[in-house]
Every structure is written in C-alpha cells, then in structure tokens.
Antibody
Framework: QVQLVQSGAEVRKPGASVKLSCKAS????????IHWVRQAPGQSLEWMGW????????KYSQNFQGRVTISRDTSASTAYLDLSLLRSEDTAIYYC???????????WGQGTLVTVSS | SYDLSQPVSVSVSPGQTVSITCSGY??????VSWYQQRPGQSPMLVIC???ERPSGIPARFSGSNSGNTATLTISGTQAMDEADYYC?????????FGGGTKLTVL
C-alpha cells in the first residue's frame, strides 16, 4: 500500500536550520510530485511548496521564499524539506503529501513536529 | 494571491445533513478537494475533483462546485464525522487551503 513515512520530531533554537525527510513506498516515486504542508498549533494547513520528483523542479510558497529548499533522492524514494533561519512561529507539524492527478493529496505522511525554542 | 474562505464552525445533530462551504473567485474553474482531520491525526482525503469519493469514503460524503462556491455535504451525519474539514484548490502551480471548518456533532 502507498505509504509516506516521515522522520522524527526535531527541536531547534531560533536561527538554526532543520532538514526533514519523507520516504515513499508502494508506488513509483517519480510518478507523483511531493508537497510539503505545515500546521501550527491550533491553526489551519499552510502549503509550503512542491517538488517534481522526476525532474527535481520545485515551486515554493512566497511565504517561505529564500528560507525553504525541497529536494529528493530518487534512489531512496525520499523527499526532503530544508527550512532555515527558524523562528518560534515555525513551530508546527510538517506534513509531506503525495500529489495525484486532479490536483489533490491522496496520501499524507504522519507528520513531523518541529519545535523552535531558545 | 488566491484565497479560499470557510465558516469557522458548523454544528449538526446526529442523523441530520450538514453542508460546509468554501468560497473563492471563479472557484468552479478549479478542482476542489476536501480533507477531514481528526485531532492528532493527519488530514485524510474525503472528496477529490469537486465531487469524487475516494475508495473507502462513505457514501454520505458528497461534494459540488459551482460559481464561486464549493460545498461538502454530509448526509446522515455520525458522531465519528466530528472533525476539522479543509477545502483545497490548485492555482497557478501553487496550492491554497481554506481556513478550515470545525464540525461539531451535537
């Protein structure tokens, strides 16, 4: 079955960076884009960006331009989210999601909690 | 930037029908998807491409999209349907989510 398994919780100090992973299984990794979405405590879902897993091309939300990098390793069927210059407002659960044709997310990862605190 | 608006909360009695709206400019020109999120869980797709139900989603969930408004309807609402619901659309190679609606089953 299709699965997205994300890396474990992280704690960082303000100004630091964090790199999260999302390992896909159960389908051909390069057939579907991977998107990253975050959710701050008690807040709505916020889209961050996506990667074309076949070409490596990326598109980011303007809200994160310059601070976010999404990459992938096709040999490992894994996508990555790198977020820099962390601040307390970046404390959130970060989800990866598989993008299906028809512009929807058919599968989500379990989420990774990132806590930014001094 | 493109925005989607949802009511903050709606309530329904068990067994009744409830509708949750999602509003955006010319929304009917875009595919809208709906996600259910229970506390402590990842979002789960309940409606895609405006009105399609993924495998395993009960038939009481339905969707529509016309004009500036997409609607998620739950018929015969059950206690287990109490959750947050988010609409989502794809616009110019970016993704937009609505602010989410908390459904309370009284």
């Amino acid at each position: 079955q299709v699965q997205l398994v994300q890396s474990g919780a992280e704690v960082r100090k303000p100004g630091a960076s964090v790199k999260l992973s999302c390992k896909a299984s159960g389908y051909s990794f390069t057939n579907n884009a991977i998107h990253w979405v975050r959710q701050a405590p008690g807040q709505s879902l916020e889209w961050m960006g996506w990667i074309n897993t076949a070409t490596g091309n990326t598109k980011y939300s303007q809200n994160f331009q310059g601070r976010v990098t999404i990459s992938r390793d096709t040999s490992a069927s894994t996508a990555y989210l790198d977020l820099s210059l962390l601040r307390s407002e970046d404390t959130a659960i970060y989800y990866c999601a598989k993008h299906d044709s028809g512009a929807y997310y058919g599968q989500w990862g379990q989420g990774t909690l990132v806590t930014v605190s001094s | 930037s493109y925005d989607l608006s949802q009511p903050v909360s709606v309530s329904v009695s068990p067994g009744q029908t409830v509708s949750i709206t999602c509003s955006g400019y010319n929304l009917e020109d875009k595919y809208v998807s709906w996600y259910q999120q229970r506390p402590g869980q990842s979002p789960m797709l309940v409606i895609c491409k405006d009105s399609e139900r993924p495998s395993g989603i009960p038939a009481r969930f339905s969707g529509s999209n016309s004009g500036n408004t997409a609607t998620l309807t739950i018929s015969g609402t059950q206690a287990m349907d109490e959750a947050d619901y988010y609409c989502q659309a794809w616009d110019s190679y970016t993704v937009v989510f609505g602010g989410g609606t908390k459904l309370t089953v009284l």
